[in-house]
């Protein structure tokens, strides 16, 4: 009787564990740090899966309380890990294995100092030319949000590039931006953080400087970017898993959509939603092999999400 019985009841144990990891993935809880590239991906990926009949999440926090977060299993998902910019966020959880980088979702990413083209055609074009210039620029450096500057905070507290006395204003991305305008109109100098995609390379005349190989990495902090998720989520939720590893960007097409948010002051979602209206071709691509969360076609779910 014993044996008889042994079957059909270890059966329902694993349909039981089988349904307890899907409902552990109907949720999919995404985190960006405020950055209007990965704001957008995010409400990009955010669009996606709700398509697909998940539920979204996303909150906006400081990378090093994203990857806590991402150790603690109090998020599942983040698709800005910059390399080799963020290395020194990240090289601890990499050696751990408790985060795992599972996709390059975008290549050809800058990231560096920049200066207005007026200062840059004066003769500043590297990093070792900012200090000898030090009362013009008020021995000041812009960045975004703390806990986004590390790499900054760095080259002042190293005293390099004759750094070491200098300030390092912290505000966010709108605010950092909002400084440049205001410099620009007056031709005031400043330096500050950029990269690429995004519009500000396209509203200011600006030129990336050279010299910062040492922090940032060659060629203007040349980077791509990466979608990282907690260890195990791949397993334990293998067809937002599919997906994950199957979102791939651009720069035109970021920098498209960020024009969106900035410009035009759409959120992330609206924005994101936008942009896979205008670019329904990616979808073929992201979602191939992938399902609706109600096993149904993945692509004609977020079609129809869509109004395509």
Known sequence: MKMKFALPLAASVLALTAHQVAAGCETVRLAEPGWTDLALTTGVASVVLEGLGYTA????????????????????????????????????????????????????????FAVPKYVYDVGVTDFSHLAEHADKFDSQMYGIEPGSNDIMLDIVGKDAFGLGGWKVVESSEQGMLAQVKKNARKEDWIVFLAWAPHPMNTEFEIEYLTGGDDFYGPNFGGASVHTQVRKGYIEECPNVGKLLTQMTFDIPVESEGMGYILTDGDDPKDAGAKLLRAHPDYLDGWLDGVTAKDGSSGLEAVRGHLGL
């Open 57 to 112: 999440e996303s909150d906006v926090l400081g990378i090093p309380v994203i990857y806590e977060s991402m150790v603690s299993k109090d998020l599942d998902v983040f698709l800005g890990y910059w390399d080799p910019a963020m290395e020194t966020y990240y090289q601890a959880y990499r050696d751990t294995g408790e985060i795992e980088t599972v996709h390059q979702n975008l290549e050809g990413a800058k990231f560096t």
